[in-house]
Every structure is written in structure tokens, then in C-alpha cells.
């Protein structure tokens, strides 16, 4: 196999609100741990960079690995946050509130990262849209696969409580994937053509 090491990053990232909460989201780290045993079952050396980790932890985590390592591959499928605080709160916002506000600002978007740190990596990224029909799925992919420079990306969605995929190239679509499984054992395949 061509790939023969490997980045995964997968799970969730957070921000701090204030010293006892934050913001985050549901993602598991389920898909990056299937990709992680399929690929060692084919040989690959795999990195993983796991949530649940604050956000300014994981990316530079991920900076650190791209700094000072190569890769074949790299498999972004974290569920970085999109959003932070404008300004986080030092000490704990008090509790019985009527309202509280809280201004948010974009995230660097760490995708857009990777391919300037290793331009050869073949690069794949996951695009969730919740409900997404598959010509959403397929135009949210080809737009990732635009700003990010990615060799391919998952677009995925729960339509009906249902696991819903394709993995999309710059020229192509595979698909639709019911299930997780059948998505690593797809995207494996596409890795290796």
C-alpha cells in the first residue's frame, strides 16, 4: 500500500466560555478510530491526534505533527470548533443570569492548514451538513475540496436518524454509504486507486 503513514485526527474540540464551561459539539471519534484499525490491518504506520481537546491544544498539536513529521496521508476528520468567544471570561460568569449573551468569532479553519505544511500529503477532509440531501452533500464537498486544497472529502449526513455518505474527489463521487464500516472500507479503496 502507497499509504504507508498516516494522520488521523478525529473526535471533538472545545472552547472555554469561562473556567467552568465551554462549547463544543457531539462528535465521537468513532469514524477515526474504524479508519485507524482498518489502516493498521493494511500496514500503515497511524498517528491519531484525539478529542476531546481544546481547540488551541489541538491545533497546535496538529502544527506540531505536520511540523516535524511526514505523511503519506492526512485524515482530518475532527470536528473542530468553528467558533470562540471574542473574549473568553477569566473567572466563573455567575449562575442565575435572566440573560446572557455571548459574542462569538470564527475559528482559523485548520483544514485550510495542512497542505501548506505538507503540500504532497493527499489530504482528506469530512463535511458534515445534518439532514443533507445528496446534491448538498456533493456541492458542500466540492467547495471544501476548493478552499482547502483537499484531495477528497467525506460529506456526510444523519438524513432520517440515518448515516448518509459520499466521498467526493475533484472529479468524481462514491456512494451513498449507509453505514460507517462501508464508508472507511470506500474511502480506503479510493485512498489506494
Not at 21 to 41: C, F, M, Y
Not at 75 to 95: E, F, P, T, W
Not at 152 to 169: D, L
Amino acid at each position: 500500500m502507497a499509504i504507508k503513514k498516516v494522520l488521523i485526527t478525529t473526535g471533538s474540540t472545545w472552547v472555554p466560555i469561562d473556567r467552568a464551561r465551554i462549547i463544543s459539539n457531539l462528535a465521537t471519534g468513532e469514524t477515526g478510530a474504524l479508519l485507524a484499525q482498518a489502516l493498521k490491518k493494511r500496514g500503515s504506520k497511524v498517528t491519531i491526534l484525539r478529542g476531546p481537546l481544546e481547540f488551541k491544544i489541538f491545533a497546535e498539536s496538529l502544527i506540531k505533527e505536520l511540523k516535524y513529521k511526514r505523511f503519506d496521508a492526512v485524515i482530518h476528520g475532527a470536528a473542530v470548533c468553528d467558533y470562540q468567544l471574542k473574549n473568553n471570561r477569566s473567572l466563573k460568569i455567575k449562575s442565575g443570569l435572566k440573560c446572557l449573551n455571548l459574542k462569538l468569532t470564527p475559528t482559523p479553519k485548520l483544514i485550510n492548514l495542512i497542505k501548506r505544511f505538507q503540500p504532497k500529503t493527499i489530504l482528506v477532509g469530512f463535511k458534515f451538513e445534518p439532514q443533507a440531501s445528496k446534491s448538498v452533500l456533493i456541492k458542500e464537498a466540492k467547495r471544501l475540496i476548493l478552499n482547502s486544497n483537499a484531495d477528497m472529502v467525506v460529506a456526510n449526513s444523519n438524513r432520517k436518524n440515518k448515516y448518509f455518505a459520499f466521498i467526493v474527489t475533484r472529479s468524481k463521487a462514491y456512494g451513498p454509504f449507509m453505514n460507517k464500516p462501508g464508508m472507511v472500507a470506500g474511502l480506503i479503496k479510493t485512498l489506494e486507486e
